[in-house]
């Protein structure tokens, strides 16, 4: 990629996302529930961010909020300076196009597309010349450490690889804000170790907003902050001790 390690885009303590008293509340026939009571966190760029906690207590709807997949029932979300809730349908799809990337738990690949492929697809919705996606496809490949297998099928890679594809393609587009769904949930040990490895670099070498959410506890000791989540409310904000953020530089 173009921005050197040394030199990463934001500093830590800039704040990218924000939310204010988010409510969002689901209705089934007669019965309601509330899966956010109204949460105020930030979230900082330059730091990889951790929302914790069991499945159901609304951390991926946070997510979805936070990104702009969803609308919050009352509350404001801002995401880098524009308030979410100001923009149309076709403005929000054009905000996650130009500044935001996602990576889910299924990988959300094409079985038809080499890796190549697949991390090209998103940047030929930017303008981009075709020289450019393809030197920005290539080297989001290598960063990720899959520059020998981008002509593999996804049929050929194993599970980490397709989420390091999947990654790649988020990478690609050089997003202030990167959102995570459960990125290792179908990966085995080493993956996931591999897998939170690359996110929490791309945090830190480009200056990104990396936004995790995770019931996984390896991922705990390798964010900067961790937010544990229950039954729709923010228990805890904290650091943990052996978050690279703790560390001598």
Same mark, same amino acid.
């Given at each position: ?6 030199? +990463? ?59 702009? *997949? ?20 076709? %403005? ?7 500044? #935001? ?15 190549? %492929?697949?991390? %090209? ?32 099928? +996804? ?19 050089? +997003? ?10 179908? *990966? ?16 830190? #070498? ?34 943990? +001790? ?8």
């Amino acid at each position: 990629m173009s921005m050197p390690a040394s030199a +990463p885009t934001a500093s830590a303590t800039t704040v990218t996302l924000q939310a204010r008293s988010v409510r969002k509340t689901f209705t089934s026939g007669r019965i309601e529930s509330t899966v956010l009571h109204d949460l105020t966190i930030d979230v900082h760029a330059g730091a990889l961010t951790l929302i914790s906690g069991p499945s159901g207590c609304g951390k991926s709807t946070l997510l979805a909020i936070l990104s702009g *997949l969803q609308r919050a029932d009352a509350g404001q979300v801002r995401a880098l300076g524009h308030d979410l809730s100001h923009l149309g349908m076709r %403005e929000l799809e054009s905000f996650r196009l130009q500044h #935001t990337g996602f990576v889910f738990q299924g990988f959300n690949l094409f079985p038809a597309l080499t890796a190549l %492929e697949q991390v %090209e697809l998103p940047l030929s919705y930017l303008g981009l010349a075709k020289d450019v996606v393809r030197k920005r496809a290539m080297e989001s490949l290598e960063e990720v450490g899959l520059g020998p297998r981008m002509k593999l099928l +996804p049929a050929e890679l194993s599970g980490g690889e397709k989420q390091r594809v999947a990654i790649a393609r988020a990478l690609a587009k050089q +997003p202030e804000l990167l959102f995570a769904d459960e990125p290792t949930s179908a *990966l085995d040990a080493a993956n996931g170790q591999v897998v939170i490895d690359i996110l929490h670099r791309i945090a830190r #070498t480009h200056g990104t907003t990396v936004l995790c959410v995770s019931h996984d506890p390896r991922l705990v000791h390798h964010a900067d902050r961790v937010l544990a989540m229950e039954d729709g409310r923010i228990l805890s904000d904290h650091v943990p +001790p052996s978050s690279p953020t703790n560390e001598p530089r």
